[in-house]
């Protein structure tokens, strides 16, 4: 779903919430596995970005250093997101492993 632009808020009411995903396992769901395939893709092309950015940026071809500092914050920021999630999974599953039958 894409941001409104600030003008256009009052036209919010006709938006719709999102269903929720399903668990049926159907061909056009890619699940939770898929997703984090998906995030783990973007991850990697936003550091493969900021290393290109940086590579410019140190031989002076990068016209606007600014471009590089966003595309290095971002990079680190997905990072960061991507650990914390593997960080809460393998704490779930530490749990689950815990329980017992």
Do not use: C, W
Request: net charge negative; glycine share 10%; proline share 4%.
């Amino acid at each position: 779903m894409a941001i409104p632009a600030i003008g256009s808020i009052g036209s919010l009411a006709g938006i719709k919430a999102p269903s929720p995903p399903s668990v049926s396992g159907t061909s056009g769901d890619q699940g939770f596995g898929g997703s984090i395939a998906n995030a783990l893709g973007d991850l990697s092309a936003t550091q493969k970005n900021a290393d290109q950015l940086a590579v410019k940026a140190a031989t002076g071809d990068l016209a606007e250093v600014s471009d590089y500092t966003i595309a290095a914050a971002q990079a680190s920021l997905q990072t960061e997101l991507v650990v914390a999630i593997r960080d809460r999974a393998v704490e779930a599953f530490n749990e689950i492993m815990r329980m017992q039958l």
